[in-house]
């Protein structure tokens, strides 16, 4: 007995001073709190902040255009109970118990609200480690992260322009779009210069769609940047789901001679075999999977080499912990990432992109339009762009941060991605 007391207080010292070496890193992070913040800064953007017991915070992206309250309230509703109490360090631990507890597995709603979390629990890591998150994934594997930047124009030699001014901007790659002579509308062409915003408020509006217009059209517009501006930078086109594979195969073969980097969503992949038939046809590489959720919608697109970019990004596809997995498995086939970075991916998610980037080993290039100047004060970051390059910034966590206060000021406004018909008969097609 008299042993035992002696021996008791000299454990609880020992316990103490252990407890007190343990690094803030090592220890449970408990989530006290979670809230989603949905605001209009120019356009709707959902938000999900975590809060620790450590007066840590950490953010992440949550929005899915044109479907925004449904990810907010699958979050609010259905996530955040479960959270509360979690250990934010857990972060694999909460993806499959967000993933497989649901029982009700994929689908953007459930994959954008887990990646909300998913890149809210690294930034809170990172933020514990006093580390940018790049060094939780394994450290940078370039000096910075090649971008594409998008020019667009009402017809050939607007879009020429376009092109030229990226060019002088130091642009390394970029995407071109034109109008089409004989349709009203088309996809990428914009009001704007710096940055294109599809969803209208309020309805969808509707455009109208002829393949054959379409066809006769591009590879004209490519011929002609080529000869202004030669074979240096990188062209890249996006179809976004149009065509039909036998028609995108012959796009493809058509514009073999303008030596593309991409041609992106030449059809829809719902059936992956599709990009079979236009594999065989034509070595114009191939992009897809901006709209994909998990690595299940791209894994015989990957397996079979039938693509050669995968371009999923943090938000739709999961949160950082997701798109590592199938960035790893297109490793394996030598495809490379390209990951969706327009206007309705919040700053948030382009920074855990950034992040990602700059440490992926089969990193391809990544996708860039600016945000308003009043996106970017509501999310204050740290990444910065300089000459056709983006750096992800070297503060601890993602390096992106809310401004509630200000948020508040911008509203939900309903919005919506427009639909497309047939010119010829109405028919509803591919948007
Ligand atoms: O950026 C791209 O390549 C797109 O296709 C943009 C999409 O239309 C947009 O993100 C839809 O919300
Ligand atoms: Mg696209």
């Given at each position: 007995?008299?042993?035992?007391?002696?021996?008791?207080?000299?454990?609880?010292?020992?316990?103490?001073?252990?407890?007190?070496?343990?690094?803030?890193?090592?220890?449970?992070?408990?989530?006290?709190?979670?809230?989603?913040?949905?605001?209009?800064?120019?356009?709707?953007?959902?938000?999900?902040?975590?809060?620790?017991?450590?007066?840590?915070?950490?953010?992440?992206?949550?929005?899915?255009?044109?479907?925004?309250?449904?990810?907010?309230?699958?979050?609010?509703?259905?996530?955040?109970?479960?959270?509360?109490?979690?250990?934010?360090?857990?972060?694999?631990?909460?993806?499959?118990?967000?993933?497989?507890?649901?029982?009700?597995?994929?689908?953007?709603?459930?994959?954008?609200?887990?990646?909300?979390?998913?890149?809210?629990?690294?930034?809170?890591?990172?933020?514990?480690?006093?580390?940018?998150?790049?060094?939780?994934l394994?450290?940078?594997s370039?000096?910075?992260?090649?971008?594409?930047?998008?020019?667009?124009?009402?017809?050939?030699?607007?879009?020429?322009?376009?092109?030229?001014?990226?060019?002088?901007?130091?642009?390394?790659?970029?995407?071109?779009?034109?109008?089409?002579?004989?349709?009203?509308?088309?996809?990428?062409?914009?009001?704007?210069?710096?940055?294109?915003?599809?969803?209208?408020?309020?309805?969808?509006?509707?455009?109208?769609?002829?393949?054959?217009?379409?066809?006769?059209?591009?590879?004209?517009?490519?011929?002609?940047?080529?000869?202004?501006?030669?074979?240096?930078?990188?062209?890249?086109?996006?179809?976004?789901?149009?065509?039909?594979?036998?028609?995108?195969?012959?796009?493809?073969?058509?514009?073999?001679?303008?030596?593309?980097?991409?041609?992106?969503?030449?059809?829809?992949?719902?059936?992956?075999?599709?990009?079979?038939?236009?594999?065989?046809?034509?070595?114009?590489?191939?992009?897809?999977?901006?709209?994909?959720?998990?690595?299940?919608?791209?894994?015989?697109?990957?397996?079979?080499?039938?693509?050669?970019?995968?371009?999923?990004?943090?938000?739709?596809?999961?949160?950082?912990?997701?798109l590592r997995?199938?960035a790893d498995?297109?490793a394996?086939?030598?495809?490379r990432t390209?990951?969706?970075?327009?206007?309705?991916?919040?700053?948030?998610?382009?920074?855990?992109?950034?992040?990602f980037d700059i440490w992926v080993p089969n990193f391809?290039?990544?996708?860039?339009?600016?945000?308003?100047?009043?996106?970017?004060?509501?999310?204050?970051?740290?990444?910065?762009?300089?000459?056709?390059?983006?750096?992800?910034?070297?503060?601890?966590?993602?390096?992106?941060?809310?401004?509630?206060?200000?948020?508040?000021?911008?509203?939900?406004?309903?919005?919506?991605?427009?639909?497309?018909?047939?010119?010829?008969?109405?028919?509803?097609?591919?948007?």
């Amino acid at each position: 007995m008299v042993e035992c007391r002696a021996v008791f207080p000299c454990f609880l010292v020992s316990l103490v001073s252990f407890v007190s070496l343990v690094p803030p890193i090592a220890r449970a992070m408990k989530i006290t709190n979670a809230r989603v913040i949905v605001c209009c800064p120019g356009r709707n953007f959902v938000t999900l902040k975590i809060e620790t017991d450590q007066g840590l915070a950490g953010i992440g992206d949550a929005t899915l255009n044109g479907r925004e309250l449904s990810v907010a309230s699958y979050l609010s509703e259905h996530v955040i109970p479960c959270l509360i109490g979690r250990d934010a360090h857990q972060i694999e631990d909460i993806w499959q118990y967000l993933y497989k507890g649901a029982y009700w597995r994929r689908g953007p709603v459930t994959m954008s609200a887990i990646a909300a979390v998913d890149t809210a629990l690294w930034d809170l890591k990172a933020k514990a480690a006093g580390l940018p998150l790049y060094q939780l994934l394994g450290g940078k594997s370039r000096t910075g992260v090649m971008v594409y930047g998008h020019a667009n124009g009402s017809d050939i030699e607007q879009t020429v322009d376009e092109v030229l001014r990226y060019v002088e901007a130091g642009y390394q790659a970029i995407r071109a779009q034109s109008g089409v002579p004989g349709l009203d509308k088309v996809y990428g062409v914009g009001k704007g210069r710096l940055f294109y915003e599809p969803a209208d408020a309020d309805l969808p509006s509707e455009h109208d769609w002829s393949s054959e217009k379409y066809l006769r059209h591009t590879p004209r517009l490519f011929e002609r940047i080529r000869e202004k501006i030669g074979f240096e930078p990188h062209l890249l086109h996006d179809v976004h789901h149009r065509l039909t594979p036998i028609e995108a195969a012959r796009l493809g073969k058509a514009l073999e001679p303008c030596q593309l980097f991409w041609m992106e969503d030449a059809t829809p992949a719902e059936n992956q075999q599709a990009f079979r038939l236009i594999r065989q046809h034509t070595t114009t590489p191939l992009a897809v999977g901006e709209v994909f959720n998990t690595i299940w919608d791209c894994k015989e697109l990957i397996e079979n080499q039938l693509i050669d970019y995968i371009r999923s990004t943090v938000v739709h596809a999961g949160g950082i912990t997701h798109l590592r997995r199938i960035a790893d498995l297109a490793a394996l086939y030598q495809v490379r990432t390209g990951c969706h970075g327009a206007t309705d991916l919040s700053p948030v998610c382009m920074g855990a992109a950034l992040h990602f980037d700059i440490w992926v080993p089969n990193f391809g290039i990544q996708e860039y339009m600016h945000h308003t100047e009043e996106t970017d004060a509501v999310f204050p970051h740290s990444y910065r762009f300089e000459r056709g390059m983006l750096y992800p910034g070297d503060s601890a966590g993602h390096g992106v941060e809310i401004d509630e206060a200000l948020a508040a000021k911008y509203p939900y406004q309903r919005a919506y991605l427009p639909v497309n018909r047939q010119q010829h008969d109405g028919t509803l097609w591919s948007w």
